[in-house]
């Protein structure tokens, strides 16, 4: 992905277009704002964050909908929202290294040891969500990690929010007779610590 990206970066640099990545290089080049490593790094942050994970939740969307009839598709906001906890795209956040030793529940984690946010784990704790497992649209508590928290909260939240609800809104609109192809237990999942995705999702649309 990083040789990927650094090609991509040289041949935008060398021809640019209309597009985020040219003018992400237009003001790196121009103002020196970012090192070429900063540059390279948040063109993955945006494909990942910005492409991937979303690409993740429409999938599991339509899945979780076609699984369940029953749901109110009128009420798609809500269900989205409950979507961004239960199925989770990233099972972690990135990585982070303790500046100095800290203590965490009684368990001492060393300084510049690797720290992996369970965000999956937090997003199904039974302590915060009853009934964790189940989907709920009508969940009063919304405040699940997905997004981040604090001052690493995702700057694309609402955008992604957006075009989760957008696409599920408008697939269903267009195809309401849409319907797996295969039976749900044999759909492949992506065999990842990392993410929880679907590698395919095949349908009928009608």
Request: hydrophobic share 50%.
């Amino acid at each position: 992905m990083q040789k990927f990206l650094l090609d991509l970066v040289a041949a935008r640099r060398d021809d640019p277009g209309d597009d985020l990545l040219s003018a992400i290089i237009s003001a790196r080049d121009d103002d020196e704002r970012m090192s070429e490593n900063e540059l390279v790094s948040l063109a993955f942050l945006l494909l990942l964050a910005g492409v991937e994970n979303v690409a993740h939740v429409i999938a599991s969307g339509v899945l979780t909908l076609l699984e369940n009839p029953a749901l109110d598709r009128d009420r798609i906001t809500d269900f989205v929202e409950e979507l961004l906890r239960l199925a989770v795209p990233a099972h972690f956040a990135i990585r982070r290294f303790p500046l100095a030793d800290i203590d965490v529940d009684g368990v001492t984690i060393p300084a510049g040891d690797t720290v992996l946010l369970g965000m999956a784990s937090a997003n199904r704790d039974p302590s915060r969500f009853p009934e964790p497992d189940r989907l709920d649209p009508a969940r009063p508590d919304r405040q699940h990690f997905t997004f981040g928290h604090g001052v690493h909260y995702c700057l694309g939240a609402p955008l992604a929010r957006l075009e989760i609800r957008i696409a599920l809104e408008t697939l269903f609109a267009r195809f309401p007779d849409l319907r797996l192809a295969v039976p749900a237990a044999e759909l492949p999942w992506r065999a990842s610590f990392r993410s929880h995705a679907l590698k395919a999702l095949p349908v009928l649309l009608g």
